[in-house]
DNA sequence: CCGATAATGTCAGCATGTTGTCATTGTTGT
DNA sequence: ACAACAATGACAACATGCTGACATTATCGG
């Protein structure tokens, strides 16, 4: 038999793949001009979406990634004036993440940009199909993130 | 307003790339015993996949690489006798990246893994979803690749 | 309270991707 | 045919991700 499925679905994966990639040179070309890359600005999103604190490990969580990938990132960032490592009360070693003046500047204009991208990237996509799409996505990292 | 649109595919955004990374874990698992790696894998699967022989510049556009990228695989799984590069009589520089018979074994191999990986991975979710979410992917792929 | 376990920072090595550059080879339009 | 242009191979520099290893610090269970 020729399961459908089972290509469907690797075609689906070669496609993620695919995405990812383009996603990346479309966040490095938003972020030129304010002097990021894509890594920063996930690192950057990830700190201005969260409430409470977050610490470079708990940024890693966040993103998926090793702690050591983001603490690379950080470190360069903190160098370049957007972060600053804050003491925190509930750990003597573990720092919090904090943007800086700077580096909430950065963000602002940052969502200048990238506000209409998402918005005229969907424009023409009707939110029930992107709600249908994040939760097939959702159900697949489920899976796999043990 | 809140455009709640926007989030919606910010959030869409993050979890590509989450799936992405997931995804390269998968592939890592999978061929570990094969010798091989994701990037193997992408590799021999666009070799195996077409009908056509294929160039290096070929495979990179097939993967949405760059061609660099992937000659330096290539170059590793040519010296590693899964890849052979055989004269192109349309190109006289640009050769053709074959299939040796220990690479076809191995792709061979990687299918009995693979495919029940795809089918235990997606046994639970309807294929109209697949194929809906592959749509928007592929959209969103032909959006951004220009 | 104390020992075992987990989390964190840090450093190192490596894989995989990018871009840039340059020489060479193909292709195409006139 | 020839000149302009595009595609390819080769090499280099770099960004970003991974894992492993080790010391230090927190946390938790007895």
Redesign the pocket.
């Known amino acids: 038999m020729h399961s459908p499925k089972r290509l469907l679905f690797l075609d689906f994966v070669l496609s993620v ?1 695919r995405l990812n ?1 383009l996603l ?2 479309e966040g ?1 070309a938003m972020t030129e001009k304010l002097g990021l ?4 600005w ?1 690192v950057i999103g990830a700190i201005a979406l969260s409430s409470k604190g977050l ?4 940024i ?2 966040v ?11 950080t ?2 960032m903190v160098s370049d004036n957007l972060l600053f490592y804050q003491v925190n009360p ?6 919090i993440v904090t943007l800086t003046d700077a580096g909430t500047e950065i963000y602002n204009l940052l969502r200048e940009v990238q506000d209409p991208w998402a918005l005229g990237t969907t424009e023409d996509i009707p939110i029930e199909e992107l709600e249908s799409a994040l939760r097939l996505v959702r159900r697949l990292i489920q899976k796999f993130d043990k």
């Open positions: 793949f990639g990346i040179s490095d890359t894509s890594a920063r996930k610490t470079v490990p708990g890693a969580r993103l998926g990634q090793s702690r050591q990938a983001v603490q690379r990132i470190d360069v509930r750990h003597k070693r573990s720092v």
